[in-house]
């Protein structure tokens, strides 16, 4: 709350949504081609191999490559929504034309794919714990039956997902932040003392180091909430699309 209070007194309200545009895009480009892959390879498991696409150990296998594959395509928007995100007053970049220009000219191509590594090393358990979690939660609230089948389910199965993956993976999602605003340290000079990395083990261990072994873990508590809402949010409508699409194939 206290983190919420200072950016509402420094910089405003608007504030909390920067990079929305960045973000926006990185979430549909990500979620289409996330969810396109894991079907694809669910079927392909499932017509190549004698394990049902509805396993939950497929599911942890085809959830953390289709993440993969995402992250590789979705990689430059996510640095893009992370640069918007930590740029103080004055912003350094006007919009998100200017985003891609500056960094392009600057820093090189490259730098759009700065916490590559991190992130797909955290993506691939952070997914399939998803995905894997969500079929067990699910197929437990079945067998049990408090709960009805349908749109409740799915939404409290994901929102668990997401949150028991959140926090198994989440050092590795604050590492690829910390890279991906290296080289952009003019703007943060504004919230304080500025550290730069050489790459993933060298941001391990000076983050150990100097900050000690629970900053691996700051600002779990909100990114928990985001998991718990944004996950619970994907399944629920890819589960919705995907039984409404089956109906409609079914009634053709």
Known sequence: MQAWRCILVEEGISAFWKGHVAAQMLSVCYGAVQFASFQSLTELVHNSTSYSS?????HFLCGGMAACSATVACQPLDTLRTRF?????????????????????????????????????????????????????????????????????????????????KTLTYPFDLFKKRLQVSGFEEARQHFGEVRTYRGLV????R??????????????????????????????????????????????
């Open 54 to 58: 509805q396993a939950a150990g497929v």
């Open 207 to 252: 983050i150990a180091q100097e900050e000690g072994l629970a900053a691996f873990f700051k600002g779990l508590s909100p990114s928990l909430i985001k998991a718990a809402m944004s996950t619970g949010l994907t399944f629920f409508w890819y589960e919705f699309f995907t039984n409404t699409i089956s109906s409609l194939r079914k009634r053709c």
């Open 202 to 205: 060298d941001c391990m261990v």
């Open 85 to 165: 995100a930590a740029q103080g007053e004055p912003k350094v970049y006007r919009n998100l034309r200017h985003a891609v220009s500056t960094m392009y000219i600057q820093e090189g191509a490259l730098t759009f794919y700065r916490g590559l590594t991190p992130t797909v090393v955290a993506v691939f358990p952070y997914a399939g714990l998803q995905f894997f979690s969500y079929n067990i939660l699910k197929k437990l609230m079945e067998r049990d039956g408090r709960t009805s089948k349908g749109g409740l389910q799915t939404l409290v199965s994901g929102s668990v997902a997401g949150v028991i993956s």
